[in-house]
């Protein structure tokens, strides 16, 4: 009977740059939904990118999923779409995670500069 | 005016006939009344005399058919009156206030309301949703429940596209209503027509693409497996090119092991 791993059922996902970009193409517009393949266009990674980020963004609570309303896709005769949507605790943390992964980018870029510089004269 | 025949006012329907709402209604229920029931459709049958069904049946045969199911159903007798008289309100000449002088507020209102309530649009189908849930007259619903069955029975005189558009709905919609009103061999018959319609439908041979997401979607945890399928095959639905299509299910294909370990993972943490 160990220790029941209840402390972090929901881990923060692994801010890989891939999540990152779909992280950003959500928060774009955080209200609005949207489908696995619009974000394959919108961040130009492939499908079999997004689909693995979007279970562990689902799976980490940032993102919540959901079948789309009947009566769109029957009015337009198509099969209905899985749409997924920010929660609002997931567009807060994302939009805290990409603060920190663009100031750690930020600091590593000043840092290669300085470090850089005598290199420029190779 | 079409021909109105010579059969008299008893024209024969698909095999049923008043005689034969009227034998099962008294069966169902002896206490009911013949008289308005018999009324309600003689009315329906001379508002829609010359009128047909896509089948080319006379269009009588769709309220009694109608009526019948809710027989079935229990529904008492301003629900089969009305049911009867379902269409007249939007397909006929017969107004509100002519129903109402015959046959009294409450089988007007039910006909209205049910006219009121088109399952093909947003607003109807969002309207049923509510009522099924909330207040409102569950017997308009029955209704509408009964209307569908008999449409789902009768589908194969559609085109295509509606009778897709018509299952589909009917298993997020009406099946749903229908196990909320209790009336569960009618969800279940409109379920299996449902689904069969569905099914008779995407036979059009899979494309090799569509088969081999199916294949990756067999990597995944089963109790999540139909949700990833059915999402791809909606994906790649909106895809334009057969190459596409391919490119497509090759990078699912490729990003399936993560998405497998991704999800798995989540079925063995408490959270998940």
């Known amino acids: 009977m160990g ?29 609005a939904e949207s489908y696995g393949l619009q974000l394959c266009a919108e961040t130009g990674l492939p499908a079999g990118t997004i689909y693995p980020i979007l279970a562990r963004l689902e799976q980490a ?24 949507l920010l929660t609002n605790d997931g567009a807060e943390q994302a939009r805290s995670a990409i603060e920190r992964a663009d100031r750690a980018r930020v600091k590593l870029r000043s840092a290669g500069l300085r470090a850089g510089a005598p290199g420029v004269s190779w | 005016m079409v021909s109105g025949g010579s059969a008299g006012h008893e024209p024969v329907t698909d095999g049923q006939t008043l005689a034969d709402l009227l034998r099962e209604l008294q069966a169902a229920r002896p206490d009911a009344d013949i008289a308005l029931v018999s009324k309600a459709y003689l009315t329906a049958e001379s508002c829609h005399r010359g009128q047909l ?22 529904a008492d007798d301003q629900t089969l009156c009305a049911g009867l008289l379902h269409d007249v309100l939007h397909d006929t000449a017969c107004t509100e206030a002519e129903l109402q002088a015959e046959f009294g507020l409450d089988i007007a209102g039910l006909v209205r309301q049910a006219s009121g309530l088109n399952p093909t649009d ?7 949703t509510a009522m099924a849930a909330g207040d409102g007259d569950k017997r308009v619903l029955l209704i509408k429940i009964a209307d569908r069955l008999h449409n789902l029975r009768t589908v194969g005189h559609l085109p295509a596209a509606r009778q897709v558009d018509s299952s589909l709905q009917t298993l997020q919609v009406q099946v749903p209503i229908a196990r909320a009103l209790g009336a569960d061999a009618i969800g279940r018959e409109l379920a299996d ?72 993972a989540s079925e063995r943490s408490p959270g998940g």
């Open chain 2, 53 to 74: 069904r896509k089948s080319g049946d006379p269009y009588i045969t769709h309220p009694l058919a109608v009526a019948l199911i809710l027989v079935g159903m229990g």
């Open chain 1, 61 to 84: 609570g940032w993102v919540r999923s959901n079948w789309e309303d009947p009566c769109a896709h029957v009015a337009e005769g198509r099969p209905r779409r899985r749409y997924y």
């Open chain 2, 193 to 264: 027509r449902a689904s069969t319609v569905l099914k008779r439908h995407h036979q059009a041979p899979p494309s090799a693409s569509g088969r081999m997401l199916c294949a990756s979607a067999v990597l995944l945890p089963r109790a999540v497996r139909a949700r990833w399928r059915e999402e791809w095959l909606a994906e790649l639905d909106l895809l334009p090119t057969r190459k596409a299509r391919a490119v497509f299910a090759v990078q699912v294909a490729r990003g399936i092991a993560r998405l497998a370990v991704t999800l798995y």
């Open chain 2, 122 to 128: 947003d607003q109807g189908a969002a309207a049923m």
């Open chain 1, 3 to 31: 220790k029941e791993q209840r402390a972090t059922p929901r881990a923060a996902p692994r801010m890989t740059l891939q999540t990152q970009l779909v992280l950003r193409a959500m928060l774009a517009e955080p209200a």
